[in-house]
Structures are given as structure tokens and as C-alpha cells.
């Protein structure tokens, strides 16, 4: 793919200043399509080899791409939060997932909604409480199911769909975007997937995706986690010893070697016959390939990363697909001209690095989250932006696409200059980051700090610290902390980690 970067060559007076409305004299849209662990490394659009998603990159290819959009809580409800509000998880509460996010506090769709916008939330929504600020919602409950999943309504219902989750959802966005919305209004729309969250269930139309196929193979799937501070040794994420053999691997014969003893797949129960007839049709004799194999050590890691990138790649073809049919309804309808349309997801994700999956950590994979925006007569088509942005930056960028003000409290930035090719020269060049769940995968809490060439953590519970040199170690395998010769660098960074939790206030 041919990509023209045009950051800092094309300054503010190619593309004068945002006109209030679109190039057709309305007002701007907003579309968020936004999955769940979808991996920056899974989207063709940013130049892997791993799979195709031709519908998202039809983002990039006519808006931009974001290589460094950072998250400040690499995890799904911290994240969501995040987005709604503006703020770090400390001030809007969502700290992990166990937490009810707090209905009543400020967010960026109830003040579109009272600037005339018409919101509405579908699919994937996790924060416990009911969504606020939405004229209409349908939402899964907590993680949902891939199949025949429940749906929660405003009225207090809640019904069970029968058919593929990623595919309802698409249906539901777009039966609202034709006949539920008033089309003389703007309007804010959320698609939200579950997939490709764990457990990775394929529909039934990709199940035979990849057959045959060997996928390539992270470097670092037998990490040792040599050269890193111990909370990196004491995961409980790897694809060796923690995937469980009924619901991650699919090979229920199995369920009783898995970490955590016997297991099962709850998305298998809920299939309806002919479901589950296909799903053994596709699994069976690959299972019993598997058996007659037998494969055993670093074979069998093999194999089983082979599974796990297979299920979690043809979960995110039926995304991409449904990204599609929303993006083709709005150019067919002339709705794409005035609308600003999103693709992200709530964090990055393991396939396989470090011999990982989840998410969590400060490190690169699972830090970054893939950003694209299309938004015509603003965007440079095929541009690509390095600026450090963040989840923390989307609430104040959609209050002033549809030219709001943006309240004094929210803690990150407006995009639209970035989106405009400007180089603002107060952008952030530090970031700042703070995980905090404790329990499932065992990642110690830390806080840390990236900049455009540092990772710098500090695992607070046992006072341990990490500094990578992502310039010369792109794949942060060996901590330089200790180093004499980046003495100088840690002694900056933990100056700049005190500054940025006193400017966020997270100093509790
Ligand atoms: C579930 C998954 C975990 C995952 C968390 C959080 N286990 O507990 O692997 O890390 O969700 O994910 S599973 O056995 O239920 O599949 S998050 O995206 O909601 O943060
Ligand atoms: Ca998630």
C-alpha cells in the first residue's frame, strides 16, 4: 500500500481552519465503531502480514491512521470509561472492571444530546451500570455472547437474538441509521463488538477461514522473560501453560488438562443444533488431526498458537465485514460526506508476543490501540499521524467536531488540529499511563510513562522498574533501568512520572 505521511509538510493553510459544517452545509456525524481487543497487528491497514480487513482499511485509505494512539488502562471497562468521559480512570472511577461506572457524571454524548445531537449505543458496552446520554441503546450484557447473544433494552427487557453477535450488531446499526434516527437531526452512533474478545468463537461462515494455512509466528513466542523485572515472569497469560483446552482451544476431549482444571465452552451450549452441527464439522477432524499428532513441547505451543490466531482472525473478518456494510450504507446514502467516522478498539492485544495473549501491560502491544478516522474535506486522504493521542483525546475531539465546548476538566485534548495535518507545537510528548486490576492474569499494578522513544514502569507493589529503549530494542526485551548509561534518562523520566501524576491528580 502507497501512504503519503503529511504531517508537519502540509501545515495549517492547506486545509484552512474546520468549517462548522461538512462541504454539503450540514452539520458533522459521528460514527465509533469500536471492537473489543482488536490488535493494532490485525489491521492490514497498519502494514502486517498477518490477515486482511479491507472494510477498515477503507478508513484509512481515504482518512488517517494513528501509529501511536495509547491507552491510559490497558484493559476493556477502564477503557470505555475513558472514552466517555475524558478523564483518567482515577477521576471517572472505572479503575478496573470490577467497578459500576458512576451513571450520573458528565459525558461527551449527554452534552451532544443537549446540543440537539441524537446518540445511541449498540452492542458491547460492559460498564454495569445502564448507559446514560443515549436517546436509544441496545447493549450486551457485561461480556455477551458470540452466540444467539441476550441484548438488554432501555425499558428494562432483555431479549435473546438468535444468530452470530457481530453480525446483529451490524444489523442493529444500521436498521437505527435507516428507520430508527430522525434524519433531520446530527447524530452520534457507538457499533460496539464484542468480538474478537476471548473466547474467540468464529461464525459460521469463517469457520474454514486460514484451513490449511500456516500463520507466521510471532519472534518472541518462547520469551523467557529474561531481562525484565519479575511481574513479567509471574503472568498467567501465555499461550504454553494458560489457555484452557475446552474454551480457548476447542478441543473439549481435553477440558480436564486445562489450567484450572476441567473447563468448558458456555458459547458452545448456547448454539442451536444446526450451529453446533457446522462448528463440529469444522472442529472435529481438525481435533482429531490434533490426537493423532500428538504434538508435545514447543510442537504443541505451536499448534496451539495456530488455533488461537486462526479463531481470533476469522472473529475480526466478520467485524471487518460488518464495518463494511455500515460504511457502504453511509456513501450510499450521501451520509458520508458529513460524517466523522471512527475505528478503534478498547486496547491493544497479545497474538503471540512474548507467548502471550490478553492485554494489561505497558508494553507496546497491548499499550497501543489501532486509531482511524475518515472525515472528508478535513483529512488528507491516506495520511498517517505519529503524534502520542489516546483514547483520553476522543471526548474532546467529537465535542468539537460538532463545535461544543469542551469542559475544563477533561483531562486530554482535541484531535482536530492533528486531523487538519497541523503540527501543534503544545501537543504531548509524554504520556501517561496506570493500570490497576489485580487477580485474573496476575499483572502487578503499575504505573509508567511513555514518550516517543521510552517505556518507563514502575510496579509499584514491589517498588521494581522497567525502561525500554523502544529505539534500539523495538520488541522491549531487556529492561536498560539498571544501565549507567541511561542514568541520565531515568532520573529524567522519574521526574516526568511525578509531573504527570500531579497534573492529573493522581496523586491519592
Ligand atoms: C474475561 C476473560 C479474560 C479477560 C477478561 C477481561 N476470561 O475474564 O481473559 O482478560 O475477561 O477482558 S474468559 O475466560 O471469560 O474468557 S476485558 O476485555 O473485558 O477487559
Ligand atoms: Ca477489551
Known amino acids: 500500500m502507497n501512504r503519503r505521511s503529511f504531517l508537519g509538510a502540509v501545515g495549517a493553510s492547506a486545509l484552512a481552519a474546520l468549517p462548522a459544517r461538512a462541504q454539503n452545509g450540514k452539520p458533522w456525524n459521528i460514527v465509533m465503531m469500536f471492537s473489543d481487543d482488536h490488535a493494532w497487528q490485525a489491521v492490514s491497514a497498519y502494514g502486517g502480514n498477518l490477515n486482511r480487513t479491507p472494510q477498515i482499511d477503507r478508513i484509512a485509505h481515504r482518512g488517517m491512521r494513528f501509529d501511536q494512539c495509547l491507552v491510559t488502562n490497558s484493559i476493556c471497562a477502564p ?16 479503575v478496573d472492571n470490577a467497578v459500576r461506572f458512576n451513571p450520573d457524571q458528565q459525558t461527551f454524548p449527554k452534552l451532544l444530546q443537549k446540543a440537539g445531537y441524537q446518540t445511541a449505543m449498540f452492542g458491547k458496552w460492559h460498564l454495569k451500570s445502564d448507559p446514560t446520554g443515549f436517546d436509544h441503546w441496545e447493549v450486551l450484557p457485561g461480556q455477551g455472547s458470540y452466540y444467539n447473544p441476550d441484548f438488554l433494552y432501555a425499558n428494562g427487557g432483555k431479549r435473546r437474538r438468535e444468530g452470530y453477535v457481530t453480525d446483529i450488531i451490524g444489523d442493529i446499526s444500521l436498521d437505527w441509521l435507516k428507520n430508527g434516527r430522525d434524519p433531520n437531526k446530527p447524530f452520534l452512533m457507538f457499533s460496539q463488538h464484542k468480538a474478537p474478545h476471548r473466547n474467540w468463537m468464529p461464525a459460521p461462515n469463517k469457520m474454514w477461514m486460514y484451513e490449511g494455512e500456516n500463520l507466521p509466528e510471532p519472534d518472541t513466542l518462547f520469551d523467557n522473560y529474561e531481562g525484565r523485572a519479575t511481574p513479567a515472569r ?12 475446552n474454551h480457548d482451544m476447542k478441543v473439549p476431549e481435553w477440558a480436564d488438562k486445562s489450567f484450572g482444571g476441567q473447563d468448558g465452552n458456555a458459547e458452545w451450549a448456547r448454539m442451536t443444533p444446526e450451529q453446533k452441527r457446522i462448528w463440529d464439522a469444522a472442529y472435529g477432524p481438525r481435533n482429531a488431526e490434533l490426537f493423532k499428532n500428538n504434538p508435545q513441547g514447543k510442537d504443541l505451543v505451536r499448534w496451539k498458537y495456530q488455533r488461537y490466531i486462526k479463531d481470533y482472525l476469522r472473529c475480526i473478518s466478520s467485524v471487518d465485514d460488518n464495518v ?12 458520508a460526506e458529513n460524517t466523522l467516522v471512527v475505528y478503534s478498539s478498547d486496547q491493544g492485544f497479545y497474538l503471540g508476543e512474548h507467548g502471550w495473549f490478553d492485554k494489561r501491560w505497558i508494553y507496546e502491544e497491548s499499550l497501543r490501540t489501532p486509531l482511524l478516522m475518515r472525515m472528508p474535506g478535513v483529512i488528507e486522504p491516506g495520511s498517517v499521524n505519529r503524534h502520542l493521542v489516546s483514547n483520553l483525546d476522543l471526548a474532546e475531539t467529537f465535542l468539537d467536531v460538532a463545535r461544543q465546548p469542551i469542559p475544563g476538566d477533561m483531562q486530554g485534548a482535541s484531535m482536530l488540529p492533528l486531523l487538519r495535518g497541523e503540527n501543534p507545537k503544545d501537543w504531548r510528548q509524554s504520556f501517561y499511563f496506570h493500570y490497576y486490576e489485580k487477580g485474573v492474569h496476575n499483572v502487578a499494578p503499575h504505573r509508567g510513562v511513555r514518550t516517543d522513544r521510552y517505556t518507563f514502569a514502575h510496579y509499584y507493589e514491589s517498588d521494581e522498574w522497567e525502561l525500554f529503549d523502544n529505539t534500539r530494542d523495538p520488541k522491549q526485551l531487556r529492561s536498560v533501568y539498571a544501565d549507567e548509561a541511561y542514568q541520565s534518562v531515568v532520573k529524567e523520566l522519574k521526574a516526568e512520572l511525578e509531573r504527570l501524576r500531579v497534573l492529573y491528580k493522581d496523586t491519592a
Open 324 to 335: 463494511g456494510r455500515v460504511l457502504s450504507y453511509l456513501d450510499s446514502e450521501g451520509l
Open 79 to 94: 477503557s470505555r470509561a475513558v472514552v466517555l468521559t475524558g478523564k483518567h480512570s482515577h477521576l471517572n472511577g472505572v
Open 234 to 245: 509471574l503472568n498467567e497469560m501465555e499461550i504454553d501453560r494458560h489457555m484452557r483446552w
